[in-house]
């Protein structure tokens, strides 16, 4: 006789709690100054009347999923210095510790149109798109730690 046992695990209040994937939070950028190669970048969480406030004045840049497929989690990039153009914006994830090293898709607006990605864990490499990227591909997924998009 075979006897088979299934378990149910129901995730508790205290689990949800303890992951935070950042979902409830927005990043804000600035564009890059001529001397620096990555600005600084800084985040607003809280609830959904926080994060309209401090995305109110800024122009949404991009969407980062933490799966492939634009599935999972994911976090909104505002920029503080108007829409996308040639100049662009460099999104410094590397001090963010709860999306760099998580991102596996992304999707573009405010005018952004090109964009790359660097993986400074795999000898700082770096791979450009056109468009929205459903998947950044196994050797920069949650690999990434520095995004760069521009305009047409």
Not at 45 to 60: H, P, V
Not at 61 to 79: N, V
Not at 116 to 128: I, K
Request: with cysteine.
């Amino acid at each position: 006789m075979l006897l088979v046992v299934v378990t149910l695990v129901v995730p508790t209040a205290a689990t949800a709690a303890s992951y935070d994937p950042g979902e409830n939070c927005v990043f804000l950028v600035h564009r890059a100054e001529p001397d620096k190669d990555t600005p600084p970048t800084s985040k607003v969480c809280g609830d959904e009347a926080t994060l309209k406030a401090a995305s109110a004045a800024r122009s949404w840049l991009a969407r980062i999923y933490e799966h492939a497929s634009w599935g999972g989690s994911w976090a909104d990039i505002y920029g503080d210095d108007g829409p996308c153009d040639r100049e662009g914006y460099t999104i410094n994830l590397y001090n963010l510790s709860t999306w760099a090293y998580r991102i596996s898709s992304y999707r573009l607006y405010g005018g952004c149109y090109w964009s790359y990605y660097t993986n400074l864990l795999g000898n700082n490499t770096s791979y450009g798109h056109i468009g929205d990227v459903q998947y950044v591909g196994d050797y920069y997924n949650d690999g990434i730690s520095i995004m760069k998009v521009w305009a047409r």
